[in-house]
C-alpha cells in the first residue's frame, strides 16, 4: 500500500476548539453579563430610596427598606385604666379598654408586663397583674381585666406589648419636602447658578479648543499639557486660595464678598479643563478638507468656528453639558463657600440637608427630596441623552 492510500486511510481528528464565532459569542454574553451586573450594583441603592422615600415615617426609623413589602413587628406600651373605670359582672369585677388607643392598625402578637420581656404572653393567654387579676389582651387590642375582689390602683398600670403593622405607603414625605419654607426659592437658587455655571465654561471652552485645534502659535503644546495636568487638581485642595483672591478682588470692587457671581466663576474655573479637554480632542477629529475649503474660500477662523466647527461639535458639547449641569446642580460645597448659608441664597441641596433637623432625625425627607431634586438633571440627560455617548467617546480617544 502506498505511502498516499495509507494517509488517507488514517482517520482525521476534527479540532475541537471552538470557532473564533464561537468564541466572540461566548465573550459577547460573558460582557452582557458583566454590564447587568453593573447597572443592578448601580441600581440597588437607587431603587431603596425610592422605597424609603414612599414609606411611612415610624416604619422606616425601625426597619430598612428591603423588608418594606412585609409587617414590621415592634416593640411598644400601653396604659391600662384605673380602678374608678372597674364595672361588677355577676360577682367579679371587670375592667376593659384598648392598649394601642390611636396607634394605628397593628396587630397584637404578644404582651409582658415588663420591659424586659414584652412578649412573655401569648395573645389571649391570662396574664397575672400585679395589682391583682387576670389580664387577657385579643389580636386587636382590647383587653379584659378580671378579679374576684375590687380593684384599689388609682393610677394606670403601664402594659407591654409586641404589635406587627402592615406596610404603609405614603406620599407625606414629598408633600412636607415641597410645602416646606424655602423649597421653592433654593430651586430657584440651584437653577441660577447651575445654568449660567454651564454656558460661562462652554463659551470659553469651545473657543480654547478651536484654538488649540486648528491654530498654530508657539507654545500650543505647552499649554495642552497644562490643561491636563489642571484634570487630576482636587477641587478642596484649590478652594479656600481661590475664595481669598477673589473675596480681596470683590471687596475691593463693590464691598460684597459673596455672591451668585463669585460661585459662577468657581464653577467656571473648575469645569474648564475637562470641557477643553473634551472639546478640543473632538475638534481635532474633524475633516481637515473642510477647513482647508473654508480657508481657500477667504473664511476667517471666527466665521470657520461658528458657520462650521460649531455645529459639527454638538455632540461634544452636549456631554459636557450633562456633566457640568449635573455636577453643579449637586454641589453643595462650593455654593456653601461662595454664597454662604443665607435662606435668600441657599441652593436646593442646601435646604435638604437642613431639613434633616440638628439630629438628623428626619431623614426620611432627605429621601424623598433626593427624588424631587433628580427632576431637572434627568429632564437635561434625557434631552442630550442621543448626543452623549458619541460626543464622549470622540473626546476621549481621538488626538492630535
Do not use: C
Not at 465573550?27 to 441600581?43: E, Y
Not at 403601664?158 to 402592615?166: D, F, K, L, M, N
Not at 439630629?359 to 442621543?386: C, D, H, K, Y
Request: hydrophobic share 50%.
Amino acid at each position: 500500500m502506498s505511502t498516499a492510500t495509507a494517509s488517507a486511510a488514517l482517520p482525521v481528528a476534527e479540532d475541537d476548539r471552538p470557532s473564533i464565532w464561537e468564541r466572540l459569542r461566548i465573550g459577547r454574553i460573558v460582557a452582557n453579563l458583566a454590564l447587568l451586573l453593573i447597572v443592578a450594583i448601580w441600581t440597588f441603592p437607587t431603587v431603596g430610596l425610592l422605597v424609603s422615600s414612599v414609606r411611612d415615617a415610624d416604619q422606616l426609623a425601625i426597619s430598612g427598606w428591603w423588608t418594606s413589602l412585609t409587617s414590621s413587628t415592634t416593640p411598644g406600651a400601653g396604659r391600662l385604666a384605673s380602678s374608678s373605670d372597674q364595672i361588677e359582672e355577676d360577682g367579679i369585677y371587670v375592667i376593659t379598654g384598648d392598649i394601642f388607643e390611636s396607634a394605628g392598625n397593628l396587630t397584637l402578637s404578644a404582651v409582658g408586663t415588663t420591659s424586659r420581656d414584652p412578649g412573655a404572653f401569648g395573645v389571649g393567654e391570662a396574664v397575672p397583674m400585679n395589682q391583682g387579676g387576670e389580664l387577657v389582651v385579643d389580636e386587636t387590642g382590647a383587653y379584659r381585666w378580671t378579679s374576684d375582689t375590687p380593684f384599689e390602683h388609682t393610677n394606670t398600670p403601664r402594659i407591654y406589648y409586641v404589635a406587627s403593622e402592615p406596610p404603609v405607603f405614603t406620599l407625606d414625605n414629598y408633600y412636607r419636602v415641597l410645602t416646606s419654607a424655602g423649597v421653592g426659592q433654593s430651586f430657584l437658587n440651584s437653577l441660577t447658578v447651575a445654568i449660567p455655571a454651564t454656558v460661562i465654561p462652554i463659551l470659553i471652552a469651545a473657543f480654547a479648543a478651536y484654538a488649540l485645534a486648528w491654530m498654530r502659535f508657539p507654545g500650543r503644546g505647552i499649554l495642552v499639557a497644562v490643561i491636563v495636568g489642571l484634570l487630576v487638581v482636587p477641587l478642596q485642595t484649590s478652594l479656600i486660595p481661590i475664595l481669598r483672591l477673589y473675596n480681596g478682588i470683590a471687596v475691593n470692587f463693590d464691598g460684597q464678598a459673596q455672591g451668585y457671581l463669585g460661585v459662577w466663576l468657581a464653577h467656571t474655573a473648575f469645569g474648564l479643563p475637562l470641557a477643553i479637554f473634551l472639546l478640543r480632542n473632538y475638534m481635532v477629529g474633524l475633516p481637515r478638507e473642510i477647513m482647508e475649503s473654508a480657508r481657500m474660500d477667504g473664511a476667517t477662523h471666527f466665521q470657520i468656528f461658528t458657520t462650521m466647527v460649531l455645529p459639527l461639535s454638538f455632540p461634544a458639547l452636549a456631554s459636557f453639558a450633562i456633566f457640568q449641569f449635573l455636577w453643579v446642580w449637586n454641589d453643595l460645597l462650593v455654593a456653601l463657600i461662595f454664597l454662604g448659608s443665607q435662606n435668600d441664597q441657599m441652593v436646593l441641596t442646601g435646604r435638604l440637608v437642613n431639613l434633616l433637623g440638628s439630629r438628623g432625625n428626619n431623614w426620611e425627607l432627605l429621601t424623598a427630596g433626593a427624588f424631587i431634586s433628580m427632576i431637572v438633571p434627568l429632564i437635561v440627560f434625557f434631552s442630550l441623552q442621543r448626543y452623549f455617548v458619541r460626543g464622549l467617546l470622540a473626546g476621549s480617544v481621538k488626538g492630535g
